[in-house]
């Protein structure tokens, strides 16, 4: 099975680390920085959708597209120049069927069938982001045979941690058949304002995990519930919603119109950071492999 080159997966074991808006936040700001971006939700959940504000799907193209070898549809414009193929609850179809086609053949290379499906897709593209169910770990398996990179995002906790333990361990068995794969660091989310000693705890407890060879990028991304909730209400990146806040009256002038987070700039600088460290360590290792 070819390596998608420009291929990065999204992966944490564990639900509720702010995953799939950190695939959105990627994909977003990575096409508003002029690079053809794709993102594939390979969650059932299908909670992209929400993110980028477009219609949510079965993924029944998806799906159809894998099992029969062939290059899956694409909602095309969800932003310029970022379009998405599309998840949703019938995705957790595919991890069945590669799941019996390991059992039947007694091999692995039923797994071969995501990273075929989107090899000739992902060669219009920059970027290709995926963003990987929790608790789905065969469609985990498939995405890292294809994939060139894994981010792990984690909070910290106990629980978030054994996740990304959980996907470092999926990551080093799936070495065998993607000798390429690599995991590209690990980003801290949704970390209490002023909270440094807890974060600096965390560090330390992702350090001795992963043996300090794994980058934790900076900056971590900051709690902020409101503004987080409104942002995905409205389909809407931490920058964009940022920008509808500026553009809003202001509360004195009387104006009735739609409140704002006042942490909203915060969020964004934190995602437009995050994601440009990310993106530059993608762009770094892309081209040390083909000096």
């Known amino acids: 099975m070819p390596v998608l080159h420009n291929a990065l997966a999204v992966a944490n074991s564990k639900g509720g680390v702010g995953k799939t808006t950190l695939v959105a936040h990627v994909a977003g700001l990575a096409a508003h920085s002029g690079w053809r971006t794709l993102a594939v939700d390979l969650d059932p959940q299908g909670n992209?959708?929400?993110d980028l504000g477009y219609s949510p799907d079965s993924g029944r193209g998806l799906v159809a597209a894998a099992l029969a070898g062939a290059v899956p549809e694409v909602i095309e414009g969800v932003r310029p120049g970022l379009d998405v193929v599309?998840?949703?609850?019938?995705?957790?179809?595919?991890?069945?069927?590669?799941l019996l086609d390991v059992v039947r053949t007694a091999d692995a290379s039923g797994l071969d069938r995501l990273g075929a499906s989107l090899a000739p897709l992902a060669a219009d593209y920059d970027l290709v982001v995926m963003?990987?169910?929790?608790?789905?770990?065969v469609i985990q398996r498939a995405a890292m045979r294809c994939a060139r990179f894994v981010v792990i995002p984690t909070t910290g906790d106990a629980a978030a941690n054994d996740g990304l333990g959980g996907v470092f361990g999926r990551y080093m068995a799936e070495r065998a058949a993607n000798p390429e794969l690599e995991v590209l660091g690990v980003a801290v989310t949704f970390v209490g304002a002023g909270a440094s000693a807890m974060l600096r705890a965390i560090?330390?407890?992702?350090?001795?995990?992963?043996?300090?060879?794994?980058?934790?990028?900076?900056p971590p991304v900051r709690l902020a519930k409101r503004a987080a909730m409104d942002c995905r209400a409205k389909g809407l990146?931490?920058?964009?919603?940022?920008?509808?806040k500026a553009q809003a009256p202001p509360w004195y002038a009387g104006a009735r119109g739609e409140?704002?987070?006042?942490?909203?700039?915060?969020l964004a600088d934190d995602y437009q950071q995050l994601v440009g460290r990310i993106l530059a360590s993608f762009s770094e290792r892309v081209a040390l492999a083909y000096r």
């Open 48 to 50: 992209l959708a929400r």
């Open 86 to 98: 599309p998840g949703g609850p019938e995705t957790a179809r595919l991890a069945d069927q590669m």
């Open 131 to 137: 963003d990987l169910p929790p608790g789905e770990a």
């Open 203 to 218: 560090r330390q407890e992702l350090a001795e995990m992963l043996e300090g060879s794994v980058t934790v990028f900076e």
């Open 237 to 244: 990146l931490a920058h964009e919603y940022e920008a509808a």
């Open 259 to 266: 409140s704002y987070a006042h942490n909203a700039s915060g």
